[in-house]
């Protein structure tokens, strides 16, 4: 059985930071990109950070580059996105993602429950 797990969210001043944790189990962690994305209210879900399977290669949506940084310990299963000099804007539910792609362009892809990250001002 396949769980992904976020934990870290919460209530934040505008200016602070948080590091929020991704946990999965059930996968083979390390064949997995892995991803940040998250959704504030009335809002489509938008994609914040990548981290490849191997960590070789980080992508960064633009409202987030020089503020956020994703990392992963493929020995514990985990993705980590550290987030500093948080804006108000910032405030959503952050969901974890893993992918791996197969043959003929098929994914394999699960999604964790999200957790509530706020900004204040």
């Known amino acids: 059985q396949v769980q992904v797990v976020e934990s870290g969210g919460g209530l934040v001043q505008s200016g602070g930071s948080l590091r929020l944790s991704c946990s999965a189990s059930?996968?083979?962690?390390?064949?997995?990109?892995m991803s940040w994305y998250r959704q504030a209210p009335g809002k489509e879900r938008e994609l914040v950070a990548t981290i490849t399977s191997d960590g070789g290669s980080l992508n960064y949506a633009d409202s987030v580059k020089g503020r956020f940084t994703v990392s992963r310990d493929n020995a514990k299963n985990t993705v980590y996105l550290q987030m500093n000099s948080l804006k108000p804007e910032d405030t959503a539910v952050y969901y974890c993602n893993a992918l791996k792609r197969l043959a003929f362009s098929q994914v394999l892809t699960y999604w964790g429950q999200g957790t509530q990250v706020t900004v204040s001002s």
């Open positions: 059930g996968i083979t962690f390390s064949s997995y990109d």
